[in-house]
């Protein structure tokens, strides 16, 4: 830290990424619940030299055709959607836009990146701890005041809220924001967007970094009231206009195109998931009914922290939160391929023997 940083940044303690190794091609990478699969074909094939020759120009600011790709693709209004360097920035807009010295509400347990925000913006924050069985209490949500920021999916409990709950929250109060951060949806959750004709707070944030192998490309979406999309636009158009660069945005749109091929690497996942869980419980862990790509697992026996060293000794990555009083007897293993998980499985069936 300099001498120069002011005071209010000093208390900042910033989100701390997933470990992101080199060498990736010899280990089991499992820590940042990335796609284990390539995108499309056709979005490989879509950069060309011509395009490369472009990134001279500054990219379309409005991101219109891709817009109005993902307006058709969901059946919502064109001016209903945004685009985002990545939806961690829609969340810090998000923030800076209703937060600034004002009140946000967001569970214990979930995306870490909240409390970093509203630390940032100065918000005053109402913590709401998740029940003994990491469900949401909703009733504490609704009760609860200031912008409410619920991932649904909830991360890295997997858990998926129900539509009639995410609506009671919606509902609680139409004067505020409910953010609704659906990074994981595409792997089995209730999306919100069909809340969206019925209340102007919503705001359903969306990611291509998880259903869409394009988490190295930096593409965020939201959909919310025009109204709602227009404070975002003001924010953006105040920082970055020219967020997304040229090649993000042929590649949403095309992968946009892709939709079926999407729709199978998401049911495999889906697949894989259940059939790891199945390994899991067999082996004595207690693992959440989750509706992402990502398991949250924790053994009777077996400390979190010994696991997660064990397994990377042996080439193996996953998410160890050693900070969190509530999380660190647990594991966050992304779904992996078929493969990778079966090699997993082994490796834990193995290493468990040392603790039974
Ligand atoms: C991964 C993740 C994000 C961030 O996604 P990016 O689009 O890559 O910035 C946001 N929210 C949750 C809950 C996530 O797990």
Redesign the pocket.
Known sequence: MSRFLLPRFEALSPYTPGEQPRGIDRLIKLN??ELPYPPAPAVREAITDQTLCDLRLYPDPTGRSLKRALSGLYGVGENQVYL????????YFAFLAYCTASKAVYCDV??G?YRVFASLVGAESTVVPLKEDYTVDVDALCRAEGTVFL?NP??PTGICLPLSDVERIVASDRDRVVLV?E??VDFGGESALSLLSDYDNLLV?R????SRAM?GA???YAFASEAIISDLERVRYSTNPYNINRLTLLLGEKTVENEAYYKSCTDRIVKTREKTRKELLDLGFSVTQSRTNFLFASHPKAPAAELYRALKERGILVRYFAADERCKNHLRISVGSEEQMQVFCAMLSTILKEFI
């Open positions: 940042t619940n985002a360097n990545g939806s961690d920035d829609i969340l979930t995306y990146f991932a909830n991360a951060d990074a994981y944030v990611t291509f970094s998880k988490a930096r593409l965020g």
